[in-house]
């Protein structure tokens, strides 16, 4: 079993900045993917960034690029994925959810464990 645990959202000003956090325990955490998503309140939860197992391809939604870096944490058995999310805009207010592949290659649609999330709030 895999446990995943996000942290560092909050309530941040439109144009701020937040980097958030997933935790990952239960398996070998450097052979898989890793993604995020984002679900607002009355939407269907989408993808956000995905970061591949040794970190050296990552996917970005058109609706980040440019402002999101995604990253990871493999070594020390610190097992950590880190969103870096600049310029942030209030419709971006929504749970951010960690996921995890059971492949090792990017991807927007193949996880199968998720965290519970974490609330990102972006205020005007």
């Known amino acids: 079993q895999v446990q995943l645990v996000e942290s560092g959202g909050g309530l941040v000003q439109a144009g701020g900045s937040l980097r958030l956090s997933c935790a990952a325990s239960?398996?070998?955490?450097?052979?898989?993917?890793m993604g995020w998503f984002r679900q607002a309140p009355g939407k269907e939860r989408e993808f956000v960034a995905a970061?591949?197992?040794?970190?050296?391809?990552?996917?970005?939604a058109d609706s980040v690029k440019g402002r999101l870096t995604i990253s990871r944490d493999n070594a020390n058995a610190k097992n950590t994925v880190y969103p870096q999310m600049n310029s942030l805009k209030p419709e971006e207010t929504a749970v951010y959810y960690c996921?995890?592949?059971?492949?090792?290659?990017?991807?927007?649609?193949?996880?199968?464990?998720w965290g519970q999330g974490t609330q990102v709030t972006v205020s005007s």
């Open positions: 970061i591949s197992w040794y970190g050296g391809s990552t996917d970005y």
């Open positions: 996921a995890a592949s059971e492949g090792r290659r990017v991807s927007r649609s193949d996880y199968v464990y």
């Open positions: 239960g398996r070998t955490f450097s052979n898989y993917a």
